[in-house]
């Protein structure tokens, strides 16, 4: 299995800045995507962004052009960046990962962090 913790998460005015960080660790051999979705109250869970382990970036409309992924595969963690935050982001972060099996993926979240952003 997989653990991921994230961290980062707050409250934060409209047009500010947050930094959130996820760390895996357990059986963590293999892991290829890793990224961030985000869930608000009575709406779906949506990606944010992705990255590969080997650094190739994909972002949702969502907070396009306002963050940046990046990922330390020494640390096996993920980051995303987040600037000038609107109301509409608020909603709770969740970590994402994946593996390929050989046959098939797997899947693992973390428990997510709340982020707020108030007018």
């Known amino acids: 299995q997989v653990q991921l913790v994230e961290s980062g998460g707050g409250l934060v005015q409209a047009g500010g800045s947050l930094r959130l960080s996820c760390t895996a660790s357990?059986?963590?051999?293999?892991?290829?995507?890793m990224g961030w979705y985000r869930q608000a109250p009575g709406k779906q869970r949506d990606l944010v962004a992705i990255?590969?382990?080997?650094?190739?970036?994909n972002y949702a409309d969502n907070l396009k052009g306002r963050s940046t992924i990046s990922r330390d595969n020494a640390k096996n963690a993920v980051y995303l960046q987040m600037d000038n935050l609107k109301p509409e982001d608020t909603a709770v972060y969740f970590c994402?990962?994946?593996?390929?099996?050989?046959?098939?993926?797997?899947?693992?979240w973390g428990q997510g962090t709340q982020v707020t952003v108030s007018t």
């Open positions: 994402y990962a994946n593996r390929w099996t050989g046959s098939k993926y797997e899947y693992y």
């Open positions: 357990g059986n963590i051999f293999g892991l290829n995507g």
């Open positions: 990255i590969s382990s080997g650094g190739n970036a």
